[in-house]
């Protein structure tokens, strides 16, 4: 377990991306569909004849995927095969409020649902049963409330949280975010619920290297709370 919680971000990032291709960087759409979802079903078959033989774990996820309802939970599995598992049906948006609770348990390192839809608390009691193992978690578009962030507060490796365009939780909720003190990465765009008051949670960060407000209106003075923070990048334009 040592092992992965200090395994780099660039690392992770690049390891994922060859598994996975760019899934879960993910923009702000006006579409409440991802325009990139597919389905299982329609995944060409390149074999036999003309292509690559698709290896033996891909037809495994392949497989599980189109048959996913069938599993109530994939907790048996090893962490890395569970999250493969999780970022395909994912990418086919084929998860629901239902269907994520297999995932309990699973030691998944990266959530990442930017704008997937139907996102809530709901969901986050599931994500944080990763526990320590957890490591990224992108919520941006989700209607997360501060009953929502009071669960994550246990993930206590957590590196990476994207709450951009989410407005439903307070400055109370913010309070939560102060106990995750492996944050090198916040981004909370776009939302008018972060205030003066709810930025003195950020105080408490001390590994935090990047923090980005970006059209957060209700700030004012609140960077007055980050003082003697000398390596955080903060946008706010």
């Given at each position: 377990m040592g092992g992965i919680c200090s395994r780099k971000r660039e690392q992770q990032v690049m390891e994922d991306d060859l598994h996975r291709g760019v899934l879960g960087r993910y923009c702000r759409s006006t579409s409440t569909k991802w325009p990139g979802a597919k389905s299982f079903r329609s995944k060409p078959n390149n074999f036999p004849g003309g292509g690559t033989c698709p290896s033996l774990m891909e037809l495994c996820i392949h497989k599980i995927g189109e048959d996913f309802r069938k599993y109530d939970s994939f907790s048996m599995l090893p962490p890395d095969l569970s999250q493969q598992i999780f970022?395909?049906?994912?990418?086919?948006?084929?998860?629901?409020?239902?269907?994520?609770?297999?995932?309990?348990?699973?030691?998944?390192?990266?959530?990442l649902?930017?704008?997937?839809?139907?996102?809530?608390?709901?969901?986050?009691?599931?994500?944080?049963?990763?526990?320590?193992?957890?490591?990224?978690?992108?919520?941006?578009?989700?209607t997360v409330t501060d009953?929502?962030?009071?669960?994550?507060?246990?993930?206590?490796?957590?590196?990476s949280l994207t709450l951009d365009y989410c407005?439903?939780?307070?400055?109370?909720?913010?309070?939560?975010?102060?106990?995750?003190?492996?944050?090198?990465?916040?981004?909370?765009?776009k939302s008018s619920t972060v205030t003066p008051d709810g930025m003195r949670a950020f105080s408490s960060l001390v590994n935090l290297e990047k923090l980005d407000l970006e059209r957060c209106s209700e700030i004012h003075?609140?960077?007055?709370?980050?003082?003697?923070?000398?390596?955080?990048?903060?946008?706010?334009?």
């Open positions: 970022n395909e049906l994912v990418d086919a948006q084929c998860l629901t409020e239902a269907y994520i609770e297999a995932f309990r348990d699973c030691a998944l390192r990266d959530v649902l930017g704008e997937y839809p139907g996102v809530n608390d709901g969901w986050i009691d599931v994500i944080s049963s990763q526990r320590s193992s957890l490591l990224s978690v992108d919520l941006s578009g989700s009953k929502g962030l009071r669960l994550l507060k246990d993930s206590s490796n957590l590196q407005d439903q939780f307070s400055e109370h909720g913010l309070k939560y975010v102060s106990g995750l003190l492996n944050l090198t990465f916040l981004s909370i765009r003075g609140g960077f007055v709370h980050l003082k003697g923070f000398f390596l955080i990048f903060c946008s706010i334009f």
